[in-house]
């Protein structure tokens, strides 16, 4: 089984500033690596796929890159809206698996 | 709008059994696979099983493999998970997601909480 491990656990900032998020797999995902945002109460929401495309309506301060075990997920300028949890999520070849990462909290400083 | 709606959740206790459903609309149901993921009460998530667009093959996270069946009725807009010999660990907000060819899930039901406990 793929392994997602996210850092840091949590990250304090304030808006405006840049956020940037890790996300390293224990093998191998080629680009298969999507982001999700969740505040409390709510569903999570899809926001990058494979690797570093945007989901509809997502907006261009969110991006991500990498590719093989390393991802990152960029958030260019922090809006009071973008405080919450941040998963990354991994499918396997076949069949089929998938597993998210532990979660990176995002909070205001 | 394109929504899911889940249903079905509640208190069961251990080795029940209990059935989710999921009414999906504004888009075309039977085109698109289906996956069921759970997240236990401050974790993170988990997914449980998927389905193919057609219910022709099913796929499951090992921790309810055998115990879990996934199914649609492409008829009634509406896709199930039905959940026997439940355990305290099966406790958790079960959401249902659309499929975004077969790598992500890129919408999401509001989920349904289901408690398993004497």
């Known amino acids: 089984e793929i392994v997602l491990t996210q850092s840091p656990a949590t990250l304090s900032l304030s808006p405006g500033e840049r956020a940037t998020l890790s996300c390293r797999a224990s093998?191998?995902?080629?680009?298969?690596l999507a982001w999700y945002q969740q505040k409390p109460g709510q569903a999570p929401r899809l926001l990058i796929y494979?690797?570093?495309n945007r989901a509809t309506g997502i907006p261009a301060r969110f991006s991500g890159s990498g590719s093989g075990t390393d991802f990152t997920l960029t958030i260019s300028s922090l809006e009071p809206e973008d405080f919450a949890v941040y998963y990354c999520?991994?499918?396997?070849?076949?069949?089929?698996?998938?597993?998210f990462g532990q979660g990176t909290k995002l909070e205001i400083k | 709008q394109v929504q899911l709606v889940e249903s079905g959740g509640g208190v069961v206790q251990p080795g029940g059994s209990l059935r989710l459903s999921c009414a999906a609309s504004?888009?075309?149901?039977?085109?698109?696979?289906m996956h069921w993921v759970r997240q236990a009460p401050g974790k993170g998530l988990e997914w449980v099983a998927f389905?193919?667009?057609?219910?022709?093959?099913?796929y499951y996270a090992d921790s309810v493999k055998g115990r879990f069946t996934i199914s649609r009725d492409n008829s009634k807009n509406t896709l199930y998970l039905q959940m026997n010999s439940l355990r305290a660990e099966d406790t958790a907000v079960y959401y249902c997601?659309?499929?975004?060819?077969?790598?992500?899930?890129?919408?999401w039901g509001q989920g349904t909480m289901v408690t398993v406990s004497s």
């Open positions: 093998q191998s995902v080629s680009s298969y």
């Open positions: 389905i193919r667009y057609d219910g022709s093959n099913k």
């Open positions: 997601a659309k499929d975004l060819w077969f790598r992500a899930f890129d919408i």
């Open positions: 494979d690797a570093s």
């Open positions: 504004g888009f075309t149901f039977s085109s698109y696979g």
């Open positions: 999520q991994q499918r396997s070849n076949w069949p089929p698996a998938y597993t």
